[in-house]
Nanobody, 116 residues
Framework: QVQMVESGGGLVQAGGSLRLSCVVL????????MAWFRQAPGKEREFVSG????????NYADSVKGRFTISRDNAKNTVYLQMNSLKPEDTAVYYC?????????WGQGTQVTVSS
């Protein structure tokens, strides 16, 4: 059974930083396109950042370009999202999943709250 375990969220002031982690259980992340998504209260879940199956090409939502960086550690089977210069509008629950996502792989997510 594949499971995504997200962590690293928290409460941070605007301008601060957080690093999210996503440990993938049940399968390898090697040769797998992965991505981070987020869902703010009252809004639909949206794409934040992802990379292709080779881990070479990355892309970002316009709203986070230049502030967020996606990376991975194959040895730890973990995907990361470094978030800098956080803004109140980044407040959301953050999830990792395949890219594109599979419904069966949504985890609990990790809450990020940015105060102004």
């Amino acid at each position: 059974q594949v499971q995504m375990v997200e962590s690293g969220g928290g409460l941070v002031q605007a301008g601060g930083s957080l690093r999210l982690s996503c440990v993938v259980l049940g399968r390898t992340i090697i040769y797998t396109a992965m991505a981070w998504f987020r869902q703010a209260p009252g809004k639909e879940r949206e794409f934040v950042s992802g990379y292709d199956w080779r881990g070479v090409n990355t892309n970002y939502a316009d709203s986070v370009k230049g502030r967020f960086t996606i990376s991975r550690d194959n040895a730890k089977n973990t995907v990361y999202l470094q978030m800098n210069s956080l803004k109140p509008e980044d407040t959301a629950v953050y999830y990792c999943n395949n890219n594109p996502p599979l419904s069966a792989y949504w985890g609990q997510g990790t809450q990020v709250t940015v105060s102004s």
